[in-house]
């Protein structure tokens, strides 16, 4: 939700993420959204790490000035990444989504006495665990691959398939990538603790040279990681019609909450 930020405050506190305890030694040496050191609060067993945040900067209207500036935003997205992703590898944490602000670290600490079941819990359930993309794009003119190479009609037949398929107009190639697409979605979420879809990138954020038709998240046990991986090199091989990209371990930005995330335009507390 919204709220109007006290003009007699000039310093809120930008939420990172929250984890079980955290090192003040290791938050010294990585630099919050001000370039100081994050610090953490502690309330309810829990420890949320923030950045100071200047509201002349991060109060609401400056707030919704700096989230239409894209090169403010790259900015400020890759300083909270870099925040939760140190954290994520030091254990468990559940991140913060982008822009999240709090009046002072009291209401921080507030948070945390009133969400702490649930942040617990959120904890149990990613311990040990990271979060793993794969991305699928299309390989143009790549036809799916077959148990068989000849099936009815002989070799003469089975030729003519083929060049009939590699003929086949754009759409029909979307098509057959769709599929194999939510082929091996299918089959790594069976592998995977959780897992998630989500909407494919846009050629000019992805900056590849055909379109994707899979972006998916999968929330891995450490010890399966091997596993998965050769899991998806085998279904690279199983379906030739598009590529596999396989990235991480992220931090768990996708199964922190249920639910479409809410858009990050006004200083929020409750939200998130």
Do not use: C
């Not at 990209?245 to 507390?269: I, K």
């Amino acid at each position: 939700m919204s709220t109007a930020l006290d003009p007699a405050v000039s310093v809120g506190a930008w939420l990172h993420g929250v984890v079980r305890d955290v090192d003040p030694a290791a938050l010294a040496t990585v630099p919050g959204m001000d370039g100081a050191p994050v610090r953490a609060v502690r309330a309810a067993g829990l420890a949320a790490v923030v950045s100071a945040a200047p509201l002349t900067e991060y109060g609401e209207e400056a707030l919704r000035r700096n989230l239409e500036d894209l090169a403010w935003l790259e900015r400020a997205a890759r300083a909270h990444h870099a925040v939760v992703d140190a954290l994520s590898r030091a254990g468990a944490v559940v991140p913060a989504r982008l822009a999240i602000v709090h009046h002072d670290e009291t209401r921080v600490a507030a948070m945390l006495a009133e969400r702490q079941a649930e942040l617990t819990a959120a904890l149990d359930r990613l311990t040990g665990r990271g979060e793993w993309g794969v991305k699928g794009y299309v390989v143009p003119g790549a036809l799916p691959r077959t148990e068989t190479t000849t099936g009815a009609g002989g070799a003469g037949a089975a030729y003519l398939r083929r060049r009939r398929a590699q003929l086949t107009a754009r759409d029909e190639g979307q098509r057959i990538a769709g599929e194999a697409a939510a082929a091996v979605h299918a089959a790594l979420a069976g592998y995977a603790v959780a897992a998630r879809r989500h909407a494919p990138q846009d050629r000019r954020l992805s900056g590849a040279a055909t379109a994707m038709v899979l972006n998916g998240a999968y929330l891995v046990q450490g010890t399966g990681v091997d596993g998965f991986a050769g899991l998806v090199r085998e279904l690279a091989d199983r379906h030739p019609e598009i590529r596999l990209e396989l990235t991480g371990p992220w931090p768990p930005y996708s199964f922190v909450a249920d639910g479409p995330e809410q858009p990050a335009h006004t200083v929020r507390e409750a939200a998130w």
